[in-house]
C-alpha cells in the first residue's frame, strides 16, 4: 500500500494541521497573532469550508499610519491587540480563541501582550494572567523611546 503524500505546508514546517484542526472544531472565531521579521499581523479568522473568512486585519503598518508610530516591541504588539479586539466588536465579535500558529510562546513576551490587548480591547479569550508581562513593560518602562499607551488606547476607542 501507498504511502500519502505529505502537505506541501507540514513539509515546509508551516501549518501545524494538528492544532489547526482542533482550533478549527471549536467553531470560534480565531483570533491568528503572527510574527514577522519587522513586525506583526493580528487577524481575527472566522472558518468558512471554502476558506478562511478574514474580519479584522492589524498590522504595525496600520499603527503607523494612523498614529505615527512603528516598533515591534511589547508596546506595539498590546496596541495592536486593543485595536483588533476594538474592531471585532464594532463587527459584533464577542470572544475568540488565540491561534499562534507554530510560534514559541513565551510568557510575558510580544505575544503575550498582544493577547493582554485583545483582553483589555474587551475580547472573552481564555488566559491565565501569569502568562501577561507586569503593567511596567506595557507602559514601555524599559524602553528608551515609550509611548503614551493610556492616550493611544483613548483614541483607538473613539
Given amino acids: 500500500m501507498k504511502t500519502p503524500p505529505v502537505l506541501k505546508r507540514r513539509r515546509e514546517g508551516v501549518t501545524d494541521y494538528r ?4 482550533l478549527v472544531i471549536s467553531r470560534e472565531t480565531r483570533a491568528v497573532i503572527r510574527q514577522t ?12 469550508p471554502e476558506g478562511d473568512h478574514v474580519l479584522v486585519t492589524v498590522t504595525n503598518k496600520t499603527l503607523k ?5 512603528d516598533g515591534n516591541n ?7 491587540g486593543y485595536m ?9 465579535i464577542s470572544g475568540a480563541v488565540v491561534d ?3 510560534a514559541i510562546f513565551r510568557k510575558g513576551g510580544r505575544i503575550a501582550a498582544a493577547i493582554k490587548g485583545l483582553i483589555d480591547g474587551g475580547l472573552e479569550i481564555n488566559a491565565d494572567e501569569d502568562i501577561f508581562s507586569d503593567e511596567s513593560r506595557l507602559n514601555g518602562e ?6 503614551d499607551i493610556n492616550e493611544i488606547k483613548s483614541k483607538i476607542g473613539e
Wanted: glycine letters at 8%.
Fill in 19 to 22: 492544532k489547526r484542526y482542533r
Fill in 37 to 48: 521579521r519587522k513586525g506583526l499581523i493580528i487577524q481575527l479568522v472566522d472558518y468558512v
Fill in 65 to 69: 499610519k494612523a498614529f505615527n508610530i
Fill in 74 to 80: 511589547i508596546q506595539m504588539y498590546y496596541l495592536a
Fill in 84 to 92: 483588533a479586539a476594538k474592531k471585532g466588536i464594532s463587527l459584533g
Fill in 100 to 102: 499562534t500558529g507554530r
Fill in 142 to 147: 524599559h524602553l528608551k523611546q515609550r509611548l
